[in-house]
């Protein structure tokens, strides 16, 4: 019998990722004048006209006004495949989610809400330098930081392209810093990867 090959850990960030909240934010703050487009540097640098303050007191608003109602969806999935496309992709990899929100009780009961992740023992909430402490396989993040330290630990990171990390993906030349357009495009390097890398097939003998 052939030993059992154990399947790549892959660590998903929520916000920027799984969800984004940046247009919703911008819409509740409309004298700054500011769309998410605007946002070309993570941390809003490039939009002084917006604070900190009031960017993390309307994301915790978001977050307030779903938690008075889960049965309402006020907070969705950037894609409404996300669920179904880490269900298939759990055949080939230990998924973890990997959030630094501000909420992660929350954040956790919206995922299972959402079909996302079933097991406690997946979720991890950290700070975002915390991330690559965890060592993980691959990463799907849009912070362009976590990308060059999981580059340079010789891991993979796959860049969900926002306005703030257009930037930092045009001059990178790092080919463990891969960017992904969209869902779609994840999922395709993720499965690429499986393949090349020999991640276990759901049918692959012990």
Known sequence: MHAK????SLALDVDGVIIDLVPKICEMNPKSGVCKNDITEYGLSTVPQLSIEA?????????????????KNIITPLD???????????????????????DPRSVYKWLIKSSIILSRDHFISCKPEEKVNYNFDI??????????????????AIVHEQPWN????????????IPAKDWKEINKILEGIALKRGAPKPNEKE
């Open 80 to 102: 409404s495949n996300i669920p179904a496309i880490i269900d298939s992709l759990s055949a080939n990899y230990e998924i973890y989610v990997v959030t630094a929100s501000i």
């Open 166 to 177: 257009e930037g930092f993906l045009r001059r990178n030349k790092d080919r463990n810093i």
């Open 55 to 71: 960017f993390m007191q309307s994301y915790k608003d978001i977050w307030n006004l779903q938690k008075s109602n889960w049965n």
């Open 139 to 156: 990463y799907v993040d849009d912070y362009p930081e976590i990308a060059k330290k999981v580059a340079e630990r010789n891991k993979i």
């Open 5 to 8: 090959k154990s399947k790549k």
